[in-house]
């Protein structure tokens, strides 16, 4: 007899797109799915859940078109960078004080 077995979509193996960074303003960060525009992220990377967070939540943003798309999305990825940049710096500077202490 087999035993039954809920089918967990998290478990599936989704790639991210390169192609969704365009079209949909999202990111890979770390194994997350990103969006640039309002630094949420989706639960399951699939080309249905961004498109439906994307057409919903930022209709505004699909005017922009051509280079200027491209310019504000490499804008918006490079502000991101810096503050992955900065927390990961603070994180760095508070385990050496936190090391220190325990050596005291």
């Known amino acids: 007899m087999a ?5 967990k979509v998290d ?8 192609d969704w960074t365009v079209q949909y303003c999202f990111v890979e960060q770390h194994t997350n799915v990103f969006c640039l525009l309002c630094h ?3 639960a399951v990377a699939k080309v ?19 280079d200027e798309r491209t ?3 490499e804008s918006l990825r490079r502000s ?10 603070q994180t760095a500077d508070f ?10």
Request: net charge positive; with cysteine.
């Open 80 to 89: 991101l960078n810096r503050q992955e940049n900065i927390l990961s710096k």
């Open 3 to 7: 035993a039954n077995r809920k089918r």
């Open 71 to 73: 310019a504000q999305i």
């Open 11 to 18: 478990n599936e193996n989704r790639q991210f797109n390169d």
């Open 40 to 42: 949420s992220t989706v």
């Open 48 to 66: 249905s859940n961004i498109k439906r967070h994307y057409e919903t939540k930022h209709r505004d943003f699909h005017n922009v078109v051509g």
């Open 95 to 104: 385990s050496v004080a936190c090391e220190a202490s325990y050596e005291i």
